[in-house]
C-alpha cells in the first residue's frame, strides 16, 4: 500500500492518507495552561498540510502534575473555548484531529515545586540531569483511582471541545509506561510484581476513555524498546505483546509505536497481536515509510521533526520535493 491511499479506522473515520503527524511536546501554553495563539497557529499550518492524522503534543490531564511551565493542561471547562479554537483549526480542514493525554508521573521539574507522583519512590536516573527532576511519591490506591478518573474527565472534555479522538500516552517514561516497566514499578499489590497487573492502570485508562469516546476513537501510545527516560524491562517482548494483545481484544483505533527500524524492531509482532491498525514512527524517511507500509508492517507512519521545519510535509513526500532541514 502506498501512504497516500486512504485509512479507515474500526470506528469508520477515514484517513485521506497514511501519513500522521507524530506527538511531540511544544511547551506553548498561554499563561492559564491552555492552548496560546502561536500554538493555535502552529497546528493551523500542519492542519493546511492535510496530513491524514494529526496529533497533538501533550495535554496534561493535572496543571499539579507537569513536565515544565509552558505545557498545556485539559483538567476542567474553564478555557475550554480555548480548547475548541484549537480543535476548529483542524476540523476547518477536514483533518483528523487527535488529542494526546498524558501524565508526567516522575517526569515532573523540580522547580515547578510539585509533588512528583509514580508507581514507587524510584527517582528518575539520567545521570547529571536527574537533579532536574522532584522525587517521586509512591502512589496510593487513592492516588491511582484518581489518575483513571483524571483521565476520564479530560477525554470528555476533549469531546466536548470537538477534537476527533483521545490518544492514550503509554510511551517515554510517562506515567503509565512507568507502571509497565519493572525497573520503575517495585510494587507488590494489584498494580505491580506480574506483567498483568503492571499493565492494569494502562488498560484502566485506556477502558475509562473508551467509556467517553468508544473503542473506535482511542488510540495508544507505545515505545516497545522502554529506551528512554530511565526505562527498561528483561522481556520487551511479553510485556508489549501482552499489551498490544490486550489492547486487540478492546477494539481501539491504532497503537502508535515510537520504535525506529531496526534488526530488534518489534513493531510487526505486536501489530499481529493488535490485530488493528498499526502506526510506526520514529527517524523514519519517505523510502524506509514507503517499504514498511508495503510489505503490511505497518498501516500508517507518523512522523515528527520533519514536520517541524516542513508542515506541507504530505505534499512534499507525494512531490518527492526536498524537505527544508529542522
Known amino acids: ?15 485521506t492518507n497514511r ?20 500554538l493555535k497557529q502552529l497546528y493551523k499550518a500542519w492542519a493546511d498540510g492535510e496530513p ?32 475548541r479554537e484549537w480543535a476548529d483549526v483542524a476540523r476547518a480542514k477536514g483533518v483528523h484531529f487527535w488529542v ?3 501524565h508526567p508521573g516522575r517526569q515532573t521539574m523540580a522547580n515547578l515545586g510539585q509533588q512528583a507522583l509514580a508507581p514507587s519512590a524510584v527517582a528518575l536516573d539520567l545521570g547529571g540531569f536527574s537533579k532536574m527532576f522532584a522525587k517521586p511519591k509512591a ?38 509506561s512507568q507502571f509497565l516497566s519493572p525497573l520503575s514499578n517495585l510494587r507488590t499489590d494489584r498494580w505491580g510484581g506480574s506483567l498483568e497487573n503492571r499493565a492494569r492502570l494502562l488498560l484502566e485508562v485506556t477502558d475509562a476513555a473508551i467509556e467517553v469516546w468508544g473503542a473506535g476513537r482511542v488510540g495508544v ?21 501482552y499489551v498490544a494483545s490486550e489492547l486487540g481484544k478492546r477494539g481501539i483505533a491504532f497503537i502508535c509505536s515510537r520504535e525506529k527500524e531496526a534488526g530488534d524492531s518489534l513493531g510487526p509482532q505486536l501489530k499481529k497481536a493488535f490485530g488493528g491498525a498499526y502506526i510506526a514512527n520514529e527517524r523514519f524517511t519517505k523510502d ?39
Request: charged share 20%; no cysteine.
Open 100 to 102: 494526546q493525554l498524558s
Open 19 to 38: 501519513i500522521a503527524k507524530a506527538a511531540m511536546e511544544e511547551n506553548m501554553a498561554d499563561a492559564h495552561q491552555a492552548p496560546s495563539r502561536e
Open 139 to 176: 502512589m496510593t490506591e487513592h492516588d491511582i483511582q484518581d489518575v483513571i478518573n483524571r483521565f476520564a474527565t479530560s477525554a470528555r472534555l476533549a469531546e466536548q471541545a470537538g477534537f476527533t479522538g483521545v490518544q492514550i500516552h503509554a510511551a517515554h517514561g510517562y506515567l503509565l
Open 52 to 83: 491524514g492524522l494529526l496529533l497533538t503534543g501533550n495535554v496534561m490531564i493535572d496543571r499539579h502534575a507537569m513536565t515544565g511551565p509552558g505545557g498545556v493542561a485539559l483538567e476542567d471547562e474553564q478555557h475550554l473555548h480555548s480548547f
Open 288 to 326: 524506509s515509510a514507503n517499504a514498511w507500509l508495503a510489505s503490511g508492517k505497518a498501516d500508517a507512519v507518523a512522523f515528527g521533526v520533519p514536520f517541524i521545519a516542513n508542515p506541507d510535509l504530505p505534499a512534499r513526500l507525494k512531490a518527492d520535493a526536498p524537505l527544508n532541514e529542522a
Open 221 to 241: 501510545h507505545l515505545a516497545p524498546r522502554a529506551d528512554s527516560h530511565d526505562m527498561g524491562d528483561d522481556n520487551l517482548a511479553e510485556t508489549f505483546t
Open 1 to 15: 500500500m502506498s501512504p497516500f491511499e486512504a485509512l479507515q479506522l474500526p470506528n469508520g473515520q477515514i484517513l
